[in-house]
């Protein structure tokens, strides 16, 4: 199974790119994390936002690979413990698909996103900086991977 983080926004701080491949490249093949970064729509004082949401959400839509399941990320979706993470991770193995995570651009996912998405999952109730949601789920799902493998990383 390989993880696609279908992330918007590509011009990221460099520690942000360091967090996000410390915890990528320690996921081993059968759960790999791919990073796919989507073009931010136009913002600016005159820009229409919902304009640049609803083109950041073609393009989410479009970089799904086909079969994959797609899970999007949403104040609005339900938070997962550690513990809940890991039966999450368990069952999308089991599946056997992709899992496409959707994670929008500053102002949201478009609502055909979350539409199309077959789970919705919220990191956190606390508003966090839009390019640490990469470093998060990566080692949330690197987190969430030793717990099923009895490695010493997690300990609860």
């Known amino acids: 199974m390989k993880v696609h983080l279908l992330a918007v926004g590509t011009r990221m701080p460099g520690w942000i790119k360091a967090g996000y491949t410390e915890y990528a490249e320690r996921l081993p093949p059968e ?3 791919h ?11 005159k820009a229409d936002i919902s304009r640049a949401v609803r083109e950041e959400g073609e393009r989410l839509l479009a970089a799904i690979p ?3 399941c797609p899970v999007a990320l949403d104040e609005r979706g339900q938070q997962w413990s550690t513990l809940e993470l890991a039966a999450q991770l368990t069952g999308w193995l089991r599946d056997g698909r992709d899992v496409s995570l959707l994670v929008g651009g500053p102002d949201g996912l478009d609502a055909p996103c979350r539409a199309r998405a077959e789970r919705h999952w919220s990191l956190s109730r606390l508003t966090l900086p839009h390019p640490l949601v990469r470093v998060l789920i990566a080692e949330q799902l690197y987190r969430a991977w030793s717990l099923l493998h009895n490695h010493p990383y997690h300990r609860a």
Request: charged letters at 20%; aromatic letters at 0%.
């Open 31 to 33: 759960c790999a994390l």
């Open 35 to 45: 990073l796919v970064e989507i073009s931010t729509g136009k913002r600016g004082p």
């Open 66 to 68: 086909g079969g994959s």
